[in-house]
């Protein structure tokens, strides 16, 4: 079974500039999450959606991110601009449902440097 | 707000030793899932072991083992015969309904 699919891997821009992230679920999995997780600290939830409705975005600063799962399947996520504070590395996990007990896959992440 | 605290910012294991890792957490609710996750170096993060709250006994998994303590509010991690492969970072994150919350980690070395 393909697991969750990221790109890029690694990106490094300058402040103020724009990065999209994209990525591919597990087939069939209908939740899918955004995470940001800075140098030493835990993953914290960006965006969570369920098909392609937005379950929660209370984290996400929807100045400079923004989200959008069209079809229900890949999802893109932009920081436009961006700020040195948002060099992180980016996880998107699909699961099979809403609250499935916790039983994320993440993918191995996309690696955000700011300049 | 519910809140995951991991109190060991690094730990080291001798291998085929056996090493805990602590989590404690903070909510008003009863009913609520616990996990730890394992963050290889960039590699990705994958389920280790679940808890459900209302069940009292300890969830094992081969070597991984946790000790539940709800009236404490602990969560932690025991693995036994540690192997090379162990080293990572661990996570230790909270369920409920639709929030997964985690705490800051913990890296576990894994000597040889």
């Known amino acids: 079974e393909a697991g969750v699919a990221q790109s890029p891997r690694y990106k490094i821009i300058e402040k103020r500039q724009s990065v999209a992230f994209w990525c591919n679920p597990i087939?069939?999995?209908?939740?899918l999450y955004w995470y940001q997780q800075i140098l030493g600290q835990g993953p914290k939830l960006l965006i969570q959606?369920?098909?392609?409705?937005?379950?929660?975005d209370s984290q996400l600063p929807k100045d400079r991110f923004s989200a959008e799962r069209l079809k229900g399947v890949d999802s893109t996520l932009k920081i436009q601009p961006a700020k040195l504070e948002d060099s992180a590395v980016y996880l998107c996990?699909?699961?099979?449902?809403?609250?499935?007990?916790?039983?994320?896959?993440f993918g191995e992440g996309s690696r955000l440097t700011v300049l | 707000a519910q809140t995951v605290t991991q109190s060991q910012p690094e730990m080291s294991v001798q291998e085929a030793e056996t090493v805990t890792l602590s989590c404690t957490y903070d909510?008003?609710?009863?009913?609520?899932?616990l996990f730890w996750y394992k963050q290889p170096p960039s590699r990705q993060m994958i389920l280790v072991i679940r808890?459900?709250?209302?069940?009292?006994q300890n969830a094992t998994e081969n070597r991984f083992s946790v000790n539940f303590q709800k009236a404490a509010k602990s969560f932690s991690l025991k693995i036994s015969d540690s192997q090379l492969g162990d080293a990572a970072m661990y996570f230790c994150?909270?369920?409920?309904?639709?929030?997964?919350?985690f705490g800051a980690g913990t890296i576990l070395r894994v000597k040889s």
């Open positions: 996990a699909s699961s099979l449902g809403t609250g499935s007990a916790g039983e994320l896959f």
């Open positions: 087939s069939g999995h209908a939740t």
């Open positions: 959606f369920q098909n392609n409705g937005v379950v929660d």
């Open positions: 909510t008003s609710e009863s009913d609520y899932y």
């Open positions: 808890q459900e709250a209302y069940k009292q």
């Open positions: 994150a909270y369920l409920r309904g639709n929030k997964l919350v």
